[in-house]
């Protein structure tokens, strides 16, 4: 049995996004009592992150940046970019809480304390571009430990594979040029946010470490399996990762509302599967498993748990 971590911190729920928004505090607390109801929970490694330092954050977002989403949540705005980011007082302290989970796992993880770790946090990151809120993204959590895996712990190659329904067109934008860093992205296409298709392969250095599986709506298990195998395998063969993240989105269950993909509660274990046995090869097994969508509180909880049962 692998030592599987946990990463949640309950200040996470102090990001109120107000009545009747998709990215609610609810999400996490179904996760937990729903794991709580489990066998599972009392075989996790249970850790509170502490907040990133700014210059882990900085490493991929600029100081004004950051600056002005602390200056705007703490003056009390309620949305930050055209409509559907939306913040409170507490937004910002909560998004630096939700990237230190992510840089806590991956010292657990680099340092053999853990095998793998899941971080249950929110605001959720993958929209976020280096300069850009968007989607109900503060800041990046899965680049910022990309970024923090290579500097702090020295690795050279790290993968990021994205399964969450919607593109991760932020992560995709601050490692374009970048071939230190694979991004892979299974997504719902066409669809929010527009990016993700094929032809977007990286650009200078990074061309070729983009990979986009785009997936048509009413899409099935079998559709993204094959995907798997196809595509995705044989990247991650080739790139040979030392640490793999997984942009770990559960809105392209059959019960979420936000949109048209038909994947079930085991569909996630089965891709977890698929992944793990890639990264025995090359990485040790090493895997940081980060929260991003997914809006039906059930099939979230339930989808989480299979993710987290097929890892420990």
Known sequence: MSKLGFIYHPDFLKHDTGTGHPE????LEALVQ???????????????????????VHAIHPERYTSMIKSRCHVGEHVLDDGDTHVSKDSYDVALLAAGGVLLAVDEVMTGKLDRAFCAVRPPGHHAGTSTVMGFCLFNNVAIGARYAQRKHGLKRIAIVDW???????????F??????LYISLHQFPYYPGTGSTGERGAGPGE????NCPMGAGSVEKDYLDAFQIHIHPALHSFRPELLFISAGFDAHRDDPLA??????????KMTDLLLDVTRECCEGRVVSVLEGGYNLGALARSTTAHLNAMV
Do not use: C, K, M
């Open 24 to 27: 609610r505090p609810q999400r």
């Open 34 to 56: 729903h794991l709580l109801g489990t066998s599972l929970w009392s075989r996790l490694s249970h850790l509170r992150p502490e907040p990133a330092g700014l210059e882990w």
């Open 164 to 174: 969450d329904v919607h593109h991760g067109n932020g992560t995709q934008q601050i």
């Open 176 to 181: 374009y040029e970048d071939n230190s860093v």
């Open 208 to 211: 070729g470490f983009t990979l």
């Open 260 to 269: 048209g993909i038909n994947l079930t509660d085991d569909s996630f274990a």
